[in-house]
């Protein structure tokens, strides 16, 4: 495994070695390799799957409604699989969003055309697969990784996250240019499916672990909220990311076929931003520092608002390109910044690991609760691609995103 081997390279020509408190446990290695191989199918199949629904129906709004729906159950579901990640085990919600994920790209293959039709329960579907999976994930990385090394394994996550999504638009991009018609997608979902099912094997290699407080303190958390005026803040933080990331979960992929006109190109463009990604990712596990936090928090919006002024001057295929190229680069210098911040709060809390489920699952409903206010601002004013309210609202939302570094405060880094 490539993550292996990176404490013996170099950054800008001088070696760097590890001390031994940022090194990544076994299974923190095997956590990353399968959320890898989770991603390629996602890059395969997720990537493509707003531009399905834009092929079939030429209308952004149904694209923003399916979006509303699956962010809407999100919260809900997450607080289902809370209860059994602490009354059972959090690798039974982590299996269980694998096999909704299965079961949800093969109704795809059955439905086919007919996703549209159903397009609302194809969004519950794919938010109860969502949420069982990255509340399984989520909880799963604060186990197998400490305070001292969260953000390198974070960014190493990240790093196999989307070197794997580099394969996957370009192999699906290119499977959807050699069938005529709408069935390419098909033979990519089908792909996909047969990822996902490796993933859910892959899972078994993980060993599974019993909280030793069974209770759900679901109940408790409005309380903390009030007690630790740190973890409310940071919760603010998540909705306000949520604002910009809500928009920019569909619109990318929708902006980019309008531009280019050919599903291939807009997966190997695809390629280049989850490239850049990488290497933003890269840097980060290398020279990242948790004392910087702030910084690396304001340097994220202020990338994010540069971008969205170049639309500004003319939406063409070099301004979009540069835009979300900016993106790419800063958003997961914003992401893992910001969750690492979150973890060293959860640690601080009054019932620490105890909560944990319980806090990322508000996490995450803030998170998600940004989005559907973000997509509802975006149907609202800007319908159609030609709208000129584009622009504007992408700069209102990276405007905000300056927010997050007010949110952020001095936190101890313990083991």
Known sequence: MLALNWRNTKLFGSRMPLPPDKKLSKEAKVS??????????????????????????????????????????????????????????????????????????LLVLIAREKVVEYMPVFAVLNGIANSFYWL????LMYDVSTNRNRIRYLGMNSVLFNFAGLAGPALAGFLISLSQGLNGYVVVFGIAFVMFFLTALGSFRLKSKSSL?????????PKIMKRDKRWLKSLCGWLVIGLLQGTMLFLPNILLYNELKQES??????VFLTGLV?????????????????????????????????LFMHTSVWTV??????????????????SAYTYRIIGNLPLKD???????????????????????IFLSFASNLEAGAIPWILLAVSLIQFATVAFMEKTEISE
């Open 32 to 105: 990353i390799a399968i959320h890898g191989l989770y991603q390629l199918g996602a890059s395969m199949a997720g990537v493509f799957l707003s531009l399905y629904l834009w092929r079939l129906t030429e209308d952004i709004f149904v694209n923003g409604m399916y979006n509303i729906i699956l962010y809407f159950v999100s919260p809900i579901v997450f607080m289902l699989g809370g209860w059994i990640a602490k009354t059972k085990d959090r690798l039974l919600v982590y299996r269980l969003g694998i096999v909704f994920t299965v079961l949800f790209y």
């Open 136 to 139: 399984g994930y989520l909880t």
């Open 213 to 221: 407080h069974r209770k759900y303190y679901l109940h408790l958390v």
């Open 265 to 270: 190109l807009v997966g190997y463009t695809g």
């Open 278 to 310: 990488i290497a933003s990712s890269y840097v980060l596990t290398r020279i990242g520092n948790e004392h910087s936090a702030r910084k690396y928090m304001a340097a994220a919006a202020l990338g994010f608002t540069f971008g969205s002024l170049l």
């Open 321 to 338: 390109l540069v835009f979300l190229a900016l993106y790419s680069i800063f958003n997961p210098v914003q992401g893992n910044t910001y």
């Open 354 to 376: 105890n909560v944990r489920v319980e806090t990322i699952i508000l996490r995450e409903t803030f998170l998600n609760t940004g989005r559907i206010c973000s997509i509802v």
